[in-house]
Antibody
């Protein structure tokens, strides 16, 4: 299993960014996919999740209305479109998946991509 | 939202000692609680799920217990590679999925 995030970088407040998570080594359509983030020196925060068929999406209150999660099954890729970015969105963003019997616990994580929101 | 409170914030121990970490939930989460280990610059690693089941490849010195609102992660004899930050996470009442604030296990 491999999850490879990309798309992070430095963006000004109010700007937008799209993160990608390229998945391989497993049947992408069989699993709920999830984004987490971790601000520098802080704990882990759940951001968003998408059902295996892509029809169900879930968001943390802190990002609802600003972030959109999606998945492209033809490319085995998960996305997080982020708009109206704020300084407190600065974090390392991870994509993750669970495994058989794990439900919403996560045994596979990407290496993370850093998003910095600053003027 | 389920709030998870971990204690202590920092645990200072020597290699070979036993570590006992606590995670308390603000409401009953049954046994739907996991523990993760995180080292600097790395993603979290799943250690324990459903309160007491070791994830694949996790050494037997790691064990989890508890149900309802009070949970414990124990490391029977600390190895040098076990010094890290540990987080608990619940999945019973989501969204949102929630994590505790973490316990840092440091070398005394």
């Amino acid at each position: 299993v491999q999850l490879l995030e990309s798309g992070g970088g430095l963006v000004q407040p109010g700007g937008s960014l799209r993160l990608s998570c390229a998945a391989s080594g497993f049947t992408f359509t069989s699993y709920v996919m999830t984004w987490f983030r971790q601000a520098p020196g802080k704990g882990v925060e759940w951001v968003s999740a998408i059902g295996n068929a892509g029809g169900s999406t879930f968001y943390a209150d802190s990002v609802r209305g600003r972030f959109t999660i999606s998945r492209d099954t033809s490319k085995n890729t998960l996305y997080l479109q982020m708009t109206s970015l704020r300084a407190d969105d600065t974090a390392v963003y991870y994509c993750a998946k669970g495994g058989p019997g794990l439900d919403m616990f996560f045994n596979d994580w990407g290496q993370g991509t850093l998003v910095s929101v600053s003027s | 939202e389920v709030v998870l409170t971990q204690s202590p914030a920092t645990l200072s121990l020597s290699p070979g000692e036993r570590a006992t970490l606590s995670c308390r939930a603000s409401q009953n989460v049954s046994n739907y609680l996991a523990w993760y280990q995180q080292k600097p610059g790395q993603a979290p690693r799943l250690l324990i799920y459903d309160a007491s089941n070791r994830a694949t490849g996790i050494p037997a010195r790691f064990s989890g217990s508890g149900s309802g609102t009070d949970f414990t992660l124990s490391i029977s004899s600390l190895e040098p590679e076990d010094f890290a930050v540990y987080f608990c996470q619940q999945r019973l009442n989501w969204p949102p999925l929630t994590f505790g604030g973490g316990t840092k296990v440091e070398i005394k």
